[in-house]
């Protein structure tokens, strides 16, 4: 299973690391170190590409995996610079990621375009999203939508009950007090600076 | 063919150990051979709680550490025919046993034993890791409180990512009074929140407590409403269909029906 989760290609650029996108960050980095420990005098002192583009591995861990190989392999790492905007073109189109399974609690995913989730999202569970985040099911987690300081990005889901909601910068949650579970579903945007939640369908409510 | 199962629930103090106790007390008694392993190196309870504490001689660190043969090491319960306890060390920690060795001694329990019940420790850690290494599925115990669901998910998470996607909830310690009243989480809120199937509910019973001091499992007392339940459960676990306990005090009942009839709230 470790063997074809991961990639070495040669290329024109030098040498290209490809993963398999649904792995967690462990088993990239026991794949990593398992390739590399096999071949260490071959790639020592060299340069490779590490492509994260559309992973489930955010910034801080990307830059701890550069940092080990680096240190352990005498490797310099480099990303793969791929155009952000061909993941997300706004929040009217652009790439999106679809999951189909419920977001326990203590599973994060992040992804530079949308991403909709065909389920539930648990509390203690994250969503981190560049572009919009919907949710089919009830958001109980903690969700970052628009995470390039797009404030444009929107969450919607069937039960918004967040533990917390985060647009671009601007941090929301619920008001103190009883939480009511809602009745029908919900958006939340960026109005004028804070964080607003309207029905989806408002001609539909009496 | 012989089944492993793990039980384990994230949270601490939720009753790992006390339902492998009854379980393994109950499918023994309904004819089964069955070994309980306790993987809880360092803090070991499960030998406690069947009261076969001064009967270990060798455990299974000394097992995997080829000190002893694995029988040297099964204690046999002489209360139960068929239930066997495999004890673990209290002297040493949970880094003195590791994932593999785990899976391969399961393995060699499995040629011996119907069934195989783990009592995994509390936590998401080596002890947790080892635990699940040779189950082939997973009982998730937790109790009506928000702190254990919380945990529990995490659970759940963690094995479907191990591949144990066959699962089942015990919800323990539930006061019917306290869910009715809206005190407690109730039983469909659990569910909803976890997505898991339910195996069953455990009233809260005071027996229990007495149960434990006294190394005597509860499953063997007819008149304790918990002993009941995990009766039913052992009953469900060898695939028979059994309806949910009526978790009502005496008299209740008869009370609900003037209630609905008459549309009192």
Redesign the interface.
């Known amino acids: 299973m470790i063997e074809h989760d991961i990639v070495f290609k040669g290329t024109r650029n030098g040498i290209v690391v490809t993963f398999n996108k649904e792995c967690?960050f462990e088993s990239i980095k026991a794949a990593l170190e398992k390739r590399l420990s096999k071949s260490k005098t071959f790639f020592k002192n060299s340069k490779i590409f590490i492509d994260f583009s559309g992973s489930n591995i955010d910034e801080l861990h990307q830059r701890y995996v550069s940092d080990m190989i680096l240190k352990d392999y005498g490797i310099s790492v480099h990303n793969v610079e791929h155009n952000r905007q061909k993941a997300f073109n706004g929040t009217y189109e652009g790439k999106t990621k679809f999951l189909k399974d419920?977001i326990?609690?203590?599973?994060s995913i992040n992804y530079s375009g949308n991403i909709v989730v065909i389920?539930?999202v648990?509390?203690?569970g994250e969503v981190i999203a560049g572009g919009n985040i919907i949710v089919l099911g009830?958001l109980?987690g903690m969700v970052h939508a628009g995470k390039y300081e797009n404030e444009k990005a929107v969450i919607a889901a069937f039960a918004l009950q967040p533990t917390q909601l985060r647009i671009a910068s601007i941090i929301s949650r619920a008001p103190d007090g009883l939480v009511v579970k809602p009745r029908y579903p919900e958006i939340a945007k960026v109005k004028d600076g804070s964080i607003v939640i309207e029905p989806c369908a408002p001609n539909k409510l009496l | 063919m012989s089944v492993a199962y793990v039980v384990t629930s994230g949270k601490g103090g939720v009753g790992k150990t006390t339902t492998t106790a009854n379980l393994g007390t109950a499918l023994a008694r309904a004819g089964k051979k069955v070994a309980v392993v306790d993987a809880d190196t360092g803090l070991r309870n499960l030998d406690v709680v069947m009261g076969l504490e001064n009967r270990i001689v060798y455990d299974l660190v000394d097992v995997i550490g080829g000190l002893c043969r694995l029988k040297q090491a099964l204690i046999k319960d002489k209360r139960f025919d068929g239930l066997y306890l495999l004890p673990t060390a209290q002297t040493k920690d949970k880094t003195s046993v590791r994932p593999e060795q785990m899976q391969k001694l399961v393995e060699d329990l499995k040629k011996d034993f119907d069934i195989v019940l783990l009592d995994c420790p509390a936590g998401?850690e080596r002890g947790f890791e080892n635990a699940i290494a040779g189950a082939d599925k997973a009982i998730v115990v937790t109790v009506p409180e928000v702190s254990a669901v919380?945990?529990a998910?995490?659970i759940?998470?963690?094995l479907?990512?191990k591949g144990l996607t066959e699962h089942q909830l015990i919800i323990n310690r539930h006061k019917v009074d306290m869910a009715k009243r809206g005190d407690m989480l109730n039983i469909d809120d659990m569910i909803?929140?976890l997505?898991i199937k339910l195996l069953g509910v455990i009233p809260d019973d005071e027996k229990i407590i007495i149960s434990t001091n006294r190394g005597e499992p509860v499953v063997t007392d007819e008149t304790s409403p918990a002993g009941r339940a995990y009766g039913n459960i052992a009953r469900r676990l060898l695939g028979e269909e059994v309806p949910f306990m009526n978790l009502e005090p005496n008299g209740n009942a008869f009370r609900n029906f003037f209630k609905k009839f008459f549309s009192i709230r």
């Not at chain 1, 326990?104 to 599973?107: A, D, K, N, T």
């Open positions: 967690d419920t326990r609690s203590g599973q389920g539930d648990n509390a203690g009830a109980r | 998401i919380r945990d998910d995490r759940i998470g963690k479907e990512a909803d929140i997505s």
